[in-house]
């Protein structure tokens, strides 16, 4: 196939606006200038002079009653959309990349700003627009500088680059010089040296900077493929964005051989129903070219179209991106995907454009609209009834014109005759409109989900209604306000995010810098994926923050018991129970999570401590311990005694051995002293022997002396009375010996 020339890829981008334009700015304008009417409750058309003429507010009830909701979920953590690793080593570039996509999108960019606005014109008007792109700009930086000498600010100048200069600089006073003591310095003459002369400058530069713009535009600029299946963007065949830009923007944008007739030709007004009454409501007009000197501030159309063509001729077509003016092409490469997003809060199976909450009750605002306009015009009517008058013949009144024109409060009424005037009373029927009106809001509640029982009306619990019913009810309605999220997550703001990832990962980026938990990181974006996982962390279906407040709570109670198991190693980390807290903080309403908890990171669980004990416990463990307590007395004291006892055997025992030793000993000293007694006496015995001996010897003796000496006779027998005397004491003695060795011994 032969390769595409510009002027046959030009006559197909302008057939594909053509043919998209049609039906964005016919179809899908004339509903969406509905849906903004009935937004700024603008009048019917309808309405009659002297009638009520009011207009209900179901639309914008609706739309600015669920906005809030809606953009909580989505700004109420800094993590709407978080990456996630495919592999172990994809762990901290996830990690990085979910930090710093959130960062660009939510600090550089509003991200509050852009939310609102996309999710205001998707409840409004069917459908919002989203782009996510590159923006170079050429930043002026300026360098104060103090003190510096001639010498110092050329090097300054040198060191900031070409385009470098002083925007100003104001001559200090000169300061005298100094010397080695010191002291100044003196010249010749006495008077202080003065130094060279010093400056107080600013000097300028210019530098590229390249950022991550994501803005959200009118819908009526977005142009799609009418026959389009899906809102996701990435496969349509044509996606073009209308941009409304000026010469200035061009040229800063690099497009410099635009000139200002070029942009002018490109100016055309879009004839699109929701634009013309979006700009003239606000007394605007959307063509218009500014005819003054300065040709930089003349405004033109840049188309920015993502179409799928063979360009190159190989056969298959691939995804180009296209800037081009009316009949000019700016630039024509090959691109990526389409960093266009587009959400509706009901979509439509099978079609890009769904449904907004306006085209849900707009039907029932023009309903309530014409029931409140019958009761106020039945109001008026009662309060001041139509009055009839009796004319005569020639249909001239018998009452004064002036007087019944004249409605004052007792005013007079001046009549010819009595019965000339006459009230044509008609009856209230207020009370019969107010079922039809809450009716009427049952059905918005019903088609919508917005109720009065989820906008914080003190009124929404009545006395007829249980707070069971209630919870009920506003759960049930709350449920659509959640979906709405989901698919408003989904559908854009995942886009979206997957669209920043892919251009800080696409090698032009410098590495970004912000402030993260209360640390200042420095994440280059070249080395991470261009592509992970992705999960949403809004309009998840889990209730209300003070539900999901006690589900976390009773999840972290689950946590605090399984980490004192012996399961808890297994089954808790203390990264688990950092991110419960965590999530706990942002219901709160705090996002920065390190002002409460320091994160653990991959730290191991500790042990598990034991668990307090229970009181019934200790007090039956001390009951328990108090028994036994008094069982070992009783022990002991048994023991105590038995010992008692056994002492006062043993006693008993050595008492008697040593009664029996003594008795023993005292029978075997009695024995030795009947010996020593026995051996004495007979000793004695030997001595009263021998001494009878000799006495014998001796009275032999004595008689034979006597016998001899017979003059000797009368002394001789003195001696012999005397001898018989000492014989009979030493027997007495000795019998008195053998008595006392009988006796036993103390």
Not at 33 to 51: F, I, K, S, T, V
Not at 214 to 237: G, H, K, M, Q, Y
Not at 363 to 378: A, H, I, P, V
């Amino acid at each position: 196939m032969a390769k595409m020339d510009e002027d046959t890829l030009l006559s197909l981008l302008q057939t594909q606006e053509e043919d998209s334009s049609a039906f964005v700015h016919g179809v899908l304008g004339e509903a969406r200038e509905q849906a903004l009417r009935a937004y700024h409750r603008m009048p019917y058309g309808n309405e009659e002079e002297g009638w009520s003429s009011i207009v209900t507010s179901e639309v914008q009830d609706t739309v600015e009653w669920i906005l809030p909701a809606l953009l909580e979920m989505f700004t109420s953590t800094d993590q709407a959309v978080s990456f996630d690793p495919e592999t172990a080593k994809d762990v901290a570039g996830a990690e990085q990349a979910t930090s710093t996509c959130n960062h660009v999108f939510y600090k550089q960019n509003n991200g509050f700003l852009v939310l609102y606005t996309a999710i205001k014109d998707a409840l409004t008007v069917k459908n919002c627009a989203l782009m996510w792109r590159k923006e170079t700009k050429r930043v002026k930086n300026v360098t104060p500088v103090k003190g510096a000498s001639p010498e110092m600010l050329a090097m300054i100048l040198q060191d900031a680059g070409e385009d470098a200069e002083i925007e100003s600089a104001t001559p200090s006073k000169p300061q005298p010089m100094m010397g080695p003591d010191g002291q100044p310095m003196l010249d010749m003459m006495g008077q202080p040296m003065m130094g060279e002369p010093t400056f107080d400058a600013r000097v300028k530069s210019y530098s590229d900077k390249t950022s991550i713009k994501v803005e959200a535009f009118p819908p009526d600029e977005l142009l799609i493929r009418r026959d389009w299946t899906s809102p996701l963007l990435d496969d349509c065949p044509y996606v073009a964005r209308l941009m409304r830009v000026t010469l200035s923007d061009l040229h800063e944008m690099g497009y410099t051989d635009v000139t200002a007739e070029d942009l002018s030709g490109s100016a055309e007004s879009i004839n699109s129903a929701d634009a013309t009454f979006r700009a003239t409501s606000v007394g605007d007009s959307l063509a218009r070219v500014d005819q003054s000197d300065d040709e930089s501030l003349t405004e033109g159309l840049l188309r920015i179209e993502f179409v799928l063509v063979d360009f190159d001729g190989d056969g298959i077509a691939e995804r180009r991106c296209v800037y081009r003016l009316k009949d000019k092409i700016l630039k024509n490469e090959e691109h990526d995907g389409v960093p266009i997003a587009t959400a509706s809060p009901i979509i439509n199976p099978h079609r890009w454009d769904g449904m907004s909450l306006a085209d849900s009750v707009m039907d029932l605002q023009e309903l309530g609209s014409e029931l409140t306009r019958q009761m106020f015009n039945s109001a008026y009517l009662a309060n001041n009834p139509r009055t009839e008058v009796l004319t005569d013949a020639n249909w001239s009144p018998l009452a004064n014109i002036d007087d019944l024109l004249d409605s004052r409060p007792g005013g007079i009424i001046r009549k010819r005759q009595a019965d000339a005037l006459s009230q044509n009373i008609t009856p209230f029927v207020g009370g019969q409109m107010f079922p039809l009106l809450e009716h009427v809001q049952r059905m918005g509640e019903r088609r919508t989900g917005v109720s009065p029982l989820n906008q914080a009306d003190p009124n929404s619990i009545k006395a007829d209604k249980t707070a069971k019913e209630v919870q009920v009810t506003a759960n049930a309605l709350a449920a659509r306000v959640k979906l709405t999220a989901r698919i408003i997550a989904e559908v854009l703001l995942k886009p979206t995010f997957k669209g920043i990832l892919k251009l800080l990962t696409s090698g032009e980026m410098e590495k970004v810098a912000f402030r993260l938990r209360d640390q200042f990181v420095e994440y280059d974006p070249n080395e991470w994926r261009d592509g992970y996982d992705m999960t949403v962390n809004v309009g998840l279906g889990t209730g209300d923050k003070e539900v999901q407040s006690s589900m976390l709570q009773a999840v972290f109670n689950n946590q605090m018991g399984l980490a004192q198991s012996p399961f808890g190693p297994m089954l808790i980390t203390p990264k688990a129970i950092y991110n419960t807290q965590a999530k706990l903080v942002e219901l709160s309403g705090h996002k920065n999570v390190a002002d409460f908890f320091k994160d653990p990171g991959d730290a191991p669980m500790p042990q598990p401590n034991p668990p307090p004990p229970d009181p019934a416990i200790q007090v039956k463990q001390m009951e328990l311990q108090a028994d036994a307590q008094r069982f070992q007395a009783d022990v002991q004291r048994e023991q105590q005694i038995e010992q008692l006892k056994a002492q006062a055997k043993l006693q008993e025992v050595q008492a008697n051995l040593e009664l029996q030793a003594s008795n023993d000993a005292r029978d075997g000293e009695r024995e030795t002293m009947k010996a020593i007694h026995a051996r004495e006496l007979g000793a004695l015995q030997l001595e009263l022997d021998r001494y009878k001996t000799d006495r014998d010897n001796e009275t032999r003796i004595q008689v034979a002396l006597i016998n001899q000496q017979g003059k000797l006779q009368g002394q001789a027998m003195a001696n012999e009375s005397a001898d018989k005397h000492a014989v009979f004491g030493a027997e007495q003695a000795a019998q008195q010996a053998a008595q006392e060795s009988q006796e036993p011994q103390e």
